[in-house]
C-alpha cells in the first residue's frame, strides 16, 4: 500500500495553509494566513475562492459539522467552525457567510472539534481552558484550566469524554464531574496534534520530539515510533480506523493503526499543518506552510485468497493475479474503489455508487447493483451471502446481489462497527453493542430479526472480539468472544429455551479466528499459539480438553501480533512491523471434521489410526460422544488411554432401554439435569432416582422418591450404607424424619430393584416389538 501524491505547480494561496477540511469525498475547502477560504473540486479540477476574511483573522482550525447521525441523514455537511487568532471562532455556512462569532478565549483559538453526533463544540486556547459550547455557540462549561497553551483536542468515541494535550502530557477528561481524569507523560517535547478514533478505540499523539504515538484509551503505549528529522506537525485517523496519516516537514507518511508504517513520501510542502481524511477513507489532503494543499490518494491495497492475488493499482483499476498459471485479468469501474474483500470464491468491490460481485471462475461477467449510500465502511463475506455496512444501516445479499436481510436494533451505530466488533456465519448475524460493551446481538441471516425472540447473550465483563463459527448445522452454531481481561470464552448461539453456558477456554487470548472450510479455532495466548481442534469438546467431556490442542511458540511472532485469516489449514498472522508469517497447520483435523460431518465413522478410526496422533484420537472421542456413537467412543477413549471411560461406555451398552442409555451419555458429557428430565419424561422413576443416589445427590434422590411415592426405602438403605461405610451419624432432618419407624429389608430393596429392571426391558422389547409390526404392514 502507498500513497499517489498530487500536488498543483503553483500554490493557491500566497501564504502558509493552516487547515483543511472536507465536506464530501470530491470536495475541500482550505483556509490560509492570506485570509481565503478556497474550495476544491477534485472531480473538475477546479479552485474557487469561497470568501475572503477579515484582515484581523487568522484561521488556525477549521472543522465541518458532522452529517447527523440516524434519520435526518444530510448528504454533505453544511457549515463549518473555523477557530482564529483573535481570541474568537466563526460558525460560518457552506456558501462562506459568516453566521456567528464567539468571543471564546484570551488569545488564539488553537482547536475547535465538534463532537460525533454535532451536539457539542470543544474549542482550546492559549489561555489554557478548554470550553464546552451548544451547537449555536452558547457557552456550556469550562471543563478545564491550566496554565500552558492547549495546543490539541479530541472527542472521546461515545462523546463523554475529551482528551486535551498539556505541554508533554496527555489528558482524558470525562464530561461527568467529579468523574476520574486520566493523565499522563507522552512525550519528551510538547506535544502538538492528537486525534482519538471512534472505530478502535485508539489515540495518537504526535510532538515537537519528532516521534509520534499509539495509545489505547487507558494510556497504555502501543506503539513508539523513531524520531524523525523534524517536529511532527500533523496527525489523523483515517475514518475505518485501519490507517492513519502522519504529517511533518516536506514528509508525509502512511501508516497501520499498529503504528508500522505503509509509505513515505517527500513532497515539497514545508511543513503540513492539518491532515484531513476524506470522508471514505481513499485520500488525504494536508495543509502546507508553502501555500500548497497537497493530495495523496492510498493505492496498492492487496487482497490474497488461496492463489488469487488482488492489487489496486488505480483509483479504478485492479489487477487480479492467479499465481498457479500467472494469468492476469484486469477490472475497470466506474467509480473508485472504496473497499473490497476476497473470500469464499469471490471478490466483493464497493465504489462510490455501486457494488461489484466478481467470482474467482468467471473475472469478465461481475454481478453489479446500486448501492443505497456510498461511503460503505466494511464488507464481511460468509460461503453464502455477504455482508455491507455503512453510516445508515447493516445490509445482508447473496453472492447473486438478491438483497436478503437488514438486522436493526434500538441505538445502533453503525459508523463504529468493524471486523471485531460484527461477524457473520451462513446463518447467523452477531453484532457487538457500543452502548453496552457486554451485550451481544444475535440476528438470524435469512430475515433479519433477532434470534430466540430478541434474547440477548450477556456476559460479565465488556467483550472486545467476537466470532462466529463457519460449519456445521444451524441448532450447533457457535460464537467464541475475547472480553476486557483477554479470556476466550465459547457459548452457543441458538438457546432452546435453556440458560446456556458461557464457557471459558483460554487466557491471555489477544486474537482469534475461525477455519473457513470447519469449526477449528486459532488464537494468539500469551506466549503461545494456539489451535482448538474441537472447541465443542468443553460441552462434551471438558477433561480432554488439552489433548484436543495444539500448542507452538509463538515469540517469533514479536509483540502484539494479529491472525488475519485463517483459510484451509494455513494461518495468516501480521507482527507488529507489518511482515506476514504463514503457519502451515496438519490436514487431518480437517478431515476428521468431514469425516464426522458426514458419519464416516469407519473412515475416521481409519485415519487417526493412519496418523497416530494423541490429539487426534481425543478430538474423534468428543466428536463421537457429541454425536452418540459409542463405539467408535469406546476405541477412541482406549487409544488415548481413558480406561476408567471405557468402562463406563461399556456399562452404558448394557442398559436395557434407549432411555437409559441416552440418559447415560448425557450423563457421561456432564448434564445430569437433562438426564433426570429424560428419564422421569420416560416413566423410569426408578432409573431417575438411582442416578442420583449414584452421584451422593441424596436430597434429590430423597425428593423425587417422595414425590412419586416409590422407592423411598430403597433411597433410605442406601444412604444407611453409605453412612455406616464412613462411620457416622444421620444429621439431616428429611432422612431422620423417613427413616422413623421404617425397617429396611434389603433382600425386599433388591427384589425391587429387580423387578424395575425387567419392567424396564420387557417395555423396550416390546417397543421394539411394536416397531417391528408397524414396518411389517
Known amino acids: 500500500m502507498r500513497l499517489k501524491i498530487s500536488l498543483l505547480k503553483e500554490p493557491k494561496h500566497q501564504e502558509l495553509v493552516s487547515c483543511v477540511g472536507w465536506t464530501t469525498a470530491e470536495e475541500l475547502y482550505s483556509c490560509s494566513d492570506d485570509h481565503q477560504i478556497v474550495k476544491w473540486n477534485l472531480l473538475t479540477s477546479e479552485t474557487s475562492q469561497i470568501v475572503k476574511l477579515p484582515d484581523d483573522i487568522y484561521p488556525i482550525d477549521l472543522h465541518w459539522f458532522p452529517k447527523s447521525l440516524g434519520i435526518k441523514k444530510q448528504t454533505q455537511a453544511e ?38 453526533e454535532g451536539t457539542a463544540l470543544v474549542t482550546v486556547g492559549e489561555d489554557g481552558q478548554i470550553k464546552i459550547w451548544s451547537k449555536t455557540g452558547m457557552l456550556r462549561s469550562t471543563l478545564a484550566q491550566q496554565g500552558t497553551p492547549v495546543y490539541s483536542v479530541a472527542w472521546g468515541p461515545d462523546s463523554e469524554k475529551v482528551l486535551y494535550t498539556a505541554g508533554k502530557q496527555l489528558i482524558i477528561k470525562p464530561l461527568q464531574p467529579n468523574a476520574k481524569v486520566l493523565q499522563w507523560k507522552a512525550h519528551d517535547g510538547i506535544i502538538l496534534k492528537v486525534d482519538w478514533n471512534s472505530v478502535n478505540d485508539l489515540i495518537l ?38 490507517l492513519f496519516a502522519v504529517g511533518s516537514f516536506h514528509t508525509l507518511r502512511l501508516c497501520d493503526k499498529t503504528g508500522w508504517s505503509y509509505a513515505l513520501e517527500k513532497p515539497n510542502t514545508g511543513s503540513i499543518f492539518n491532515i484531513a481524511w476524506s470522508i471514505d477513507g481513499t485520500q488525504i489532503a494536508g495543509a502546507c506552510g508553502n501555500g500548497h494543499v497537497v493530495f495523496a490518494h492510498v493505492v496498492e491495497q492487496r487482497w490474497e485468497w488461496k492463489n ?35 473470500n469464499y470464491a469471490h471478490l466483493v468491490v464497493s465504489t462510490s455508487l455501486q457494488c461489484y460481485v466478481f467470482s474467482t471462475k468467471n473475472w469478465n461477467t461481475p454481478l453489479i447493483y446500486d448501492l443505497k449510500e456510498g461511503t460503505v465502511s466494511l464488507i464481511l463475506q460468509a460461503e453464502r451471502h455477504f455482508l455491507l455496512v455503512d453510516g445508515s444501516g447493516i445490509y445482508l445479499y447473496s453472492y447473486e446481489g438478491r438483497f436478503i436481510s437488514s438486522p436493526k436494533f434500538p441505538g445502533m451505530r453503525t459508523d463504529i462497527l468493524n471486523a471485531q466488533t460484527v461477524s457473520l456465519s451462513n446463518d447467523t448475524i452477531a453484532i457487538k453493542d ?25 456476559h460479565k465483563n465488556e467483550i472486545l472480539e467476537i466470532a462466529l463459527d463457519q460449519k456445521g448445522l444451524t441448532n450447533d452454531r457457535k460464537i467464541a468472544f475475547i472480553d476486557k481481561n483477554r479470556d476466550l470464552y465459547i457459548t452457543s448461539v441458538k438457546r432452546f429455551g435453556k440458560e446456556e453456558q458461557i464457557i471459558k477456554l483460554g487466557t491471555m487470548v489477544h486474537t482469534l479466528a475461525w477455519s473457513d472450510t470447519c469449526n477449528i479455532l486459532c488464537g494468539l495466548q500469551d506466549t503461545r499459539f494456539t489451535v482448538w481442534y474441537y472447541p465443542n469438546t468443553v460441552y462434551v467431556d471438558r477433561d480432554i480438553l488439552p489433548k484436543t490442542l495444539y500448542e507452538r511458540d509463538a515469540s517469533e511472532f514479536s509483540k502484539n501480533p494479529h491472525i488475519v485469516s485463517f483459510v484451509g489449514n494455513l494461518v495468516t498472522i501480521r507482527r507488529a512491523d507489518g511482515s506476514l508469517v504463514h503457519i502451515s497447520l496438519s490436514p487431518y483435523p480437517a478431515i476428521l471434521h468431514e469425516y464426522v460431518s458426514s458419519s464416516k465413522w469407519e473412515d475416521a478410526v481409519r485415519l487417526c489410526r493412519f496418523v497416530k496422533e494423541q490429539t487426534m484420537w481425543a478430538c474423534l472421542a468428543a466428536m463421537a460422544v457429541a454425536n452418540r456413537d459409542m463405539t467408535t467412543a469406546e476405541i477412541a477413549y482406549a487409544a488415548i488411554g481413558e480406561i476408567d471411560k471405557v468402562q463406563y461406555i461399556n456399562s452404558i451398552k448394557d442398559l436395557p432401554s434407549k432411555e437409559s442409555k441416552m440418559a447415560h451419555m448425557l450423563m457421561f458429557s456432564g448434564n445430569i439435569q437433562e438426564a433426570e428430565i429424560l428419564l422421569l419424561q420416560a416413566g423410569l422413576v426408578y432409573q431417575a ?26 433411597v433410605l438403605a442406601y444412604r444407611q450404607k453409605f453412612l455406616e461405610t464412613f462411620g457416622k451419624q444421620e444429621t439431616n432432618k428429611r432422612y431422620l424424619q423417613y427413616a422413623e419407624g421404617l425397617q429396611i429389608d434389603w433382600e425386599k430393596i433388591r427384589a425391587k430393584i429387580e423387578m424395575e429392571i425387567t419392567k424396564e426391558r420387557e417395555r423396550s422389547s416390546s417397543s421394539q416389538a411394536s416397531k417391528n409390526i408397524g414396518l411389517r404392514h
Not at 489496486?312 to 466506474?334: C, G, I, P
Not at 453496552?436 to 440477548?456: N, R, W
Request: glycine residues 6%.
Open 434 to 458: 457500543k452502548a453496552d460493551e457486554k451485550i451481544i446481538y444475535l440476528f438470524e441471516a435469512s430475515t433479519g430479526k433477532p434470534l430466540d425472540d430478541g434474547k440477548l447473550l450477556s
Open 205 to 242: 499523539s504526535a510532538g515537537e520530539d519528532c516521534k509520534y504515538k499509539v495509545w489505547d484509551s487507558y494510556g497504555r503505549p502501543l506503539y513508539n515510533s523513531q524520531p524523525h528529522e523534524h517536529p511532527i506537525t500533523s496527525v489523523a485517523w483515517a475514518p475505518d480506523g485501519e
Open 308 to 342: 488469487f492475488q488482488v492489487t489496486l493499482t488505480k483509483r479504478r483499476t485492479m489487477q487480479v493475479r492467479n499465481v498457479l498459471n500467472d494469468a492476469v485479468d484486469l477490472l475497470e469501474f466506474r467509480d473508485r474503489v472504496i473497499k473490497a474483500s476476497l
Open 689 to 714: 432416582i438411582q442416578i442420583n443416589i449414584n452421584l451422593y445427590n441424596w436430597e434429590r434422590a430423597l425428593e423425587l422418591a417422595v414425590k412419586y411415592k416409590t422407592h423411598v426405602d430403597t
Open 79 to 116: 457549515s463549518f467552525v473555523l477557530t482564529s487568532s483573535d481570541g474568537k471562532f466563526h460558525l460560518i455556512s457552506k456558501l462562506g457567510r459568516v453566521e456567528k462569532s464567539v468571543e471564546a478565549h484570551c488569545g488564539a483559538v488553537l482547536a475547535g472539534r465538534w463532537n460525533y
